[in-house]
């Protein structure tokens, strides 16, 4: 968390506030997690973008500040405990909060993503039409890797964590840990249609916010799709799949709680 629903709400939200308007100044006190944001002192918002789970503003003078929320980082109109940097605007003060602390701000010029190593190695964006089915069957069959832990990785696709990777599995009837080059051309197609669906009712849904409450919308909203998760944080409730029977199951993958149903998510042997 948050997930590229929860970066993309947030996003959707936060734009007609920021267009245009200038940066005044931006006050923290942790240089090493927030860094040269001096850089866009006096420079005006011109776009607010998305990237995966980044979030990017587009500042005049090609500058941006890329915003990584991390696992409890967000956006709020007032100021809270665990506020760690505010932003003042010309027409907005916006408070960002991060109770784990595990957020990042860089500003840097633009396009220049070398220190940010994931933001220059990111796959395609799954709602956009540079996401396809051939390519994403290409990227699968050359990795022998748990196709979970492939989703994780943001290489094929951008923008899945933990929550959406299950939720897409689950949708698509896929073991976790089957190894992507496993999976046959009925699979992939399913799987490629599952994330894009799972991630556009989870947008629309406004994202999901889980019983720590670490996510909710700049103006303290929570998301509701986690009233549809079907597997995520499921474990030991019956597998909502019309006549499967089965019960969703929790194991460790990659270090990630992992949820599935091991009846209608059968781990497929292969001779490869």
Avoid at 15 to 38: A, C, F, M, N, S
Avoid at 97 to 104: A, L, S, W
Wanted: net charge positive; aromatic share 8%.
């Amino acid at each position: 968390m948050p997930e590229l629903p929860e970066v993309e709400t947030t996003r959707r939200i936060l734009e007609p506030l920021l267009l245009g308007q200038k940066v005044l100044r931006i006050l923290h006190q942790d240089p090493t997690r927030y860094r040269r944001t001096h850089w866009a002192e006096g420079r005006r918002v011109e776009y607010l973008a998305r990237r995966g789970k980044f979030l990017i503003l587009g500042l005049e003078e090609g500058r941006e500040a890329v915003v990584h929320l991390g696992m409890s980082g967000g956006f709020r109109f007032t100021p809270d405990p665990h506020t760690r940097l505010t932003l003042s605007l010309s027409g907005q003060t916006l408070y960002y909060t991060d109770p784990r602390r595990f957020g990042r701000w860089w500003v840097v010029r633009t396009g220049e993503y070398r220190e940010i190593g994931l933001l220059g190695r990111m796959g395609p964006e799954p709602l956009s039409s540079d996401f396809t089915l051939r390519g994403f069957q290409q990227a699968l069959r050359q990795t022998r890797r748990r196709i979970k832990e492939v989703l994780l990785a943001q290489e094929v696709v951008a923008g899945l964590g933990n929550i959406y990777a299950d939720e897409a599995l689950w949708q698509s009837r896929i073991h976790p840990a089957q190894p992507a080059h496993t999976l046959g051309p009925a699979e992939v197609r399913r799987l490629y249609r599952a994330i894009r669906l799972v991630l556009e009712e989870a947008v629309a849904a406004g994202g999901s916010t889980l019983s720590d409450q670490s996510y909710r919308q700049p103006d303290g909203k929570p998301g509701y799709f986690q009233l549809q998760h079907k597997a995520y944080n499921r474990a030991g409730q019956p597998c909502p799949r019309r006549g499967c029977g089965g019960q969703i199951t929790r194991i460790a993958l990659g270090g990630r709680g992992t949820h599935f149903c091991p009846r209608c998510q059968p781990f497929l042997a292969s001779d490869g």
